[in-house]
């Protein structure tokens, strides 16, 4: 079974430009997840998307956005690029709802870079 | 001061030994609790998912949930070379993935 599929692995932006990040997630997940590992910083939650819903997102300004898709896939856009940008971008699928949650898996990531 | 602790290490092992990884918490609200490990310019690969407190164990690896202590331990016996990398706890408090993760331990499996 394929785990999750995430493309590009690698992207190079120039500040100021939009990157778009996609995610294929393992089939049956219904719930997809970004996160920013940034040098030094950890993995911070950015955003969450199920039922073709945002269902929560983390302390990450507005030019973060993204969607999912009817098929579940998902993409995060990053507007308005910044050198701090740079990091690997990762997405998570797991199943779940408002009141539990199953374990979350994760892809190889998006190593996006701005310069 | 961050919810969740966790030492960066580097740590660095014998082939063979028993490595105890640890991280600390302060939100009482976490429930689920979870180890990745993750090697160099790679995603994280999910290790051990427990609910609560309690011990859970698969294969060389155990992990430990002390919920009154906010406290949990992963431990990995007979540790080999492959299990260089950097281990990272995570948890959360249900309903959805948000996992609020540590900066990670970086553990070197030296022969």
């Known amino acids: 079974e394929a785990g999750v599929t995430q493309s590009p692995t690698h992207l190079i932006k120039t500040r100021g430009q939009q990157a778009t990040l996609r995610c294929s997630p393992i089939s049956g997940h219904t719930s997809v997840y970004w996160y920013q590992q940034a040098l030094g910083l950890g993995l911070q939650f950015l955003l969450w998307?199920?039922?073709?819903?945002?269902?929560n997102r983390g302390n990450f300004p507005p030019r973060f956005s993204g969607r999912q898709f009817p098929n579940y896939s998902s993409e995060l856009n990053v507007n308005a690029l910044e050198l701090e940008d740079s990091a690997l971008y990762l997405c998570a699928s797991s199943w779940d709802d408002d009141t539990w949650n199953t374990e979350a898996f994760f892809g190889q990531g998006t190593r996006l870079t701005v310069v | 001061q961050k919810e969740v602790e966790q030492d960066p290490g580097p740590l660095s092992v014998p082939e063979g030994a028993i490595v105890s990884l640890n991280c600390t918490y302060s939100n009482s609200a976490f429930q689920y609790f979870m180890w990745y490990r993750q090697y160099s310019r790679k995603g994280p690969e999910l290790l051990m998912y427990?609910?609560?407190?309690g011990n859970k164990e698969d294969g060389r690896f155990t992990a430990q949930v002390d919920k009154s202590s906010k406290y949990i331990s992963l431990f990995i016996r007979d540790s080999q070379p492959s299990d260089s990398a950097t281990y990272l706890c995570?948890?959360?408090?249900?309903?959805?993935?948000?996992?609020?993760f540590g900066t990670g331990t970086q553990l070197k499996v030296e022969l």
């Open positions: 995570a948890m959360n408090a249900g309903g959805g993935n948000k996992l609020t």
């Open positions: 427990t609910y609560s407190s």
């Open positions: 998307y199920d039922e073709g819903e945002e269902r």
